[in-house]
């Protein structure tokens, strides 16, 4: 297995460097490429998602993963949050743009063209990540499927309500959420906000559901107490020709943790990984 790291992909429309890792076997088959898009403070590096890539290695596949430009990450640490203004500065739009990067940055890249089918695409998101691969999927031609792993079904939902709450946060300025694992306070400017309401109409993922015409697979665990399983139920609805996959104990992380230390993925883990690639390879 060939695996590269932190390649530094250059950002079309923002100041940042996609750090980007990619899976393959050297072998001159053009393979199908499996594009991965972590979620909220996520990084491609989380948990086990290092474990999980030689899987898809396995099935014979070209797998690619990244952090998203304005995660929080640097190119010499992108595990720690670091640049704490950069996450501030994220959004939705940032990420669409970032992720229509690594598509073009990858189907045109020279040293992959005998490695890689440009026709044949598929996008993975996780949790947030799963919203922005289903947008993508419905606004680029060049995509031919789409899975979602615990992924949102809303994003102005995640929004205060509280009219109060928006103006003390516009008054502010910023609003900050505790990192779990750091205890990092992190900052989300307003424009956040701002840039969401500007595009809230290519934005809404069930107006994107409701177009997709390609593969679609979403994977939910019973027992997510973070994207419920409504969720999954109503991108389903949304797009009826799509394919549930409801994994009964299945948390909201798939079974992961940060750091990950065991050899193995865990068993949910296991199971969406080997139901993902069984609807990859499916013609």
């Not at 949050?81 to 501030?88: H, M, R, S, V």
């Not at 031609?141 to 205060?160: E, L, N, Y």
């Not at 109060?164 to 008054?171: F, G, R, S, T």
Request: aromatic share 10%; proline share 6%.
């Amino acid at each position: 297995m060939i695996t590269k790291t932190n390649i530094q992909v250059k950002s079309s429309k923002h100041n940042k460097p996609i750090l980007t890792d990619v899976f393959y076997t050297k072998n001159n088959i053009q393979k199908p490429i499996v594009i991965f898009c972590h979620g909220y403070k996520g990084f491609k590096d989380w948990g086990a998602w290092n474990l999980a890539a030689p899987e898809f290695v396995k099935a014979n596949l070209f797998f690619l993963k990244f952090n998203f430009s304005h995660n929080g990450g640097t190119v010499e640490n992108p595990i720690n949050f670091p640049d704490l203004e950069a996450f501030g500065h994220n959004n939705f739009i940032t990420e669409l743009d970032d992720l229509e990067d690594i598509v073009n940055w990858i189907v045109t890249n020279p040293d992959y063209k005998e490695e890689i089918d440009p026709n044949n695409i598929t996008l993975i998101g996780h949790s947030r990540g799963g919203g922005i691969v289903t947008l993508k999927a419905s606004e680029n031609k060049q995509i031919s499927k789409v899975i979602s792993w615990a992924g949102v079904s809303d994003f102005g939902a995640r929004f205060p309500k509280d009219e109060k709450i928006l103006q003390h946060w516009e008054k502010e300025g910023v609003s900050y959420i505790e990192n779990s694992r750091t205890k990092q306070q992190m900052p989300h400017y307003f424009q956040f906000y701002t840039n969401f309401k500007e595009n809230e109409a290519r934005l809404t993922i069930k107006k994107a559901v409701e177009k997709l015409t390609i593969p679609h697979l979403i994977i939910q665990g019973k027992k997510d107490e973070v994207v419920p399983p409504i969720e999954a139920e109503n991108l389903h609805k949304w797009n009826p020709k799509s394919t549930l996959f409801i994994i009964d104990e299945m948390n909201h992380p798939l079974g992961c943790s940060e750091p990950y230390t065991a050899p193995k993925m865990p068993t949910h883990l296991a199971e969406v990984v080997a139901k993902s690639i069984e609807f990859i390879l499916t013609k």
